[in-house]
Nanobody, 116 residues
Framework: QVQLVESGGGLVQPGGSLRLSCVASGSIFSANNMGWYRQAPGEQRAFVAGITTGGITDYVSAVRGRFTVSRDNAKNTVYLQMNSLKPEDTAVYYC??????????WGQGTQVTVSS
């Protein structure tokens, strides 16, 4: 049973930065493609960024150039560095598998609020 624990969210002003972390346990982390997803109020959860086992990254257009996804297999952790944050980035952020037919159970997520 894979467990995912996200952290690093918070309240930040527009233009600010945050770094999210997601620690995965219960699986061979290095064998899984990992992604970040977000769910804004009243909306469905949506893909934000992903990184393959080989380190290839992908982003939705809304965050490309502002967000950077990375992974540390030794720490079973995937990161999301978020710069130049905008109010529309406000959401609960989750991590999970990416480009795979299987999904882990969703964690509790971490709230990101961008507001002045």
């Amino acid at each position: 049973q894979v467990q995912l624990v996200e952290s690093g969210g918070g309240l930040v002003q527009p233009g600010g930065s945050l770094r999210l972390s997601c620690v995965a346990s219960g699986s061979i982390f290095s064998a899984n493609n990992m992604g970040w997803y977000r769910q804004a109020p009243g909306e469905q959860r949506a893909f934000v960024a992903g990184i393959t086992t080989g380190g290839i990254t992908d982003y939705v257009s809304a965050v490309r150039g502002r967000f950077t996804v990375s992974r540390d297999n030794a720490k079973n952790t995937v990161y999301l560095q978020m710069n130049s944050l905008k109010p529309e980035d406000t959401a609960v952020y989750y991590c999970n598998f990416y480009l795979q037919t299987n999904r882990a159970s969703w964690g509790q997520g971490t709230q990101v609020t961008v507001s002045s």
